[in-house]
């Protein structure tokens, strides 16, 4: 599956792809896209083939096409402070770009089937938090990973906002997924060769939309043989943020405010003011005859004259002494200015 954008030669080059072809159509999902390099998620040896449409698998690492991730997390509709859980979350890149939106107060939780791929997704989102640029960006959710059948999740366990299958969904197992969610909560999953957004209505209701056709390879289905106890999944636990996590949190925050702020205000300095010429016009009037009919009638005209430049500056200057409360600009002043003016008048 894949293969329906051009190849890029790096990350970026893809994103804009993704999103020229409107697989990506919203910017926060660009910025997530863009922070996250596909190439990291490959084995050293493949990583030129990541900036392709098209999905790989080496092993038991298995990842989607790029522009089936678009879609997905478009479907999503990923917000701040969301539960998410990802079923066959695999190398942890699609549940590593959710936790960039869903931030620090989010719940991540991702389930997938074979070991040592929970072990790569592990690494990689290490790399990510010691190595990437774009980590000091944004406020994160990590992802939490456990080993299991995805179709194994106890009974009692809690419901999710937000819901994504990365492996082919049988009918049969359609509602098992639906009840996950929470009321309001979408489900997107491939079933039946459609990507398919699931949005639960009400406690026994959901509205169901195909998004795109799609080939997926199918969830693995419980291995046990008749007779024998499942491997029930236990979701990890939803805890309360501790003080430490928070004040992390919160000092994170406020660094990554000033550091915004700073680059800002450096930006707003080397922006050179341009000169804005108001073109001033002085009425003038003139006293002249006119003849009506055999009559010299008096009569004033007014005409509109163009001020030079000297004439400008010394009428500005007077103007200025004259302090007469105008808070227009003229030319030159800084962003900002006039209103900075008009409150010191104010105060006086
Ligand atoms: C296409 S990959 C998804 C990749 C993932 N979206 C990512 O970002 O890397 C599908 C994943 O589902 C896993 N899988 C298949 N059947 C499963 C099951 N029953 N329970 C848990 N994981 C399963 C596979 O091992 C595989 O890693």
Known sequence: MGGAVSAG???DDLIDNLKEAQYIRTEKVEQ?????????YYLDSYRDSAYKDLAWKHGNIHLSAPCIYSEVMEALKLQPGLSFLNLGSGTGYLSTMVGLIIGPFGVNHGVELHRDVVEYAKEKLDAFIKYSDSFDKFEFCEPVFQVGNCLEIAADSHQYDRI?????????HGNYMKVLLKIGGILVMPIEDQLTQITRTGQCTWDSKNILAVSFAPLAQQSRAD?????????PPVTVRSLQDLSRIYIRRTLRNLASEDAHAKATAQRIPQKRKRRRCRRRRISTYVFVGNQLIPQTIESEEEQHPEEEHKEAEEEEERD???IEVTGGDVPGDPLRRYAQKEST
């Open 32 to 40: 997530a896209f863009r922070a996250i390099d596909r190439g990291d």
């Open 164 to 172: 994504y299958c990365g492996a082919g969904v049988q009918k049969d």
């Open 324 to 326: 007469i409360g105008d």
């Open 227 to 235: 007779g024998d106890k499942p491997d029930t999944v236990h979701l």
């Open 9 to 11: 030669e790096d990350n």
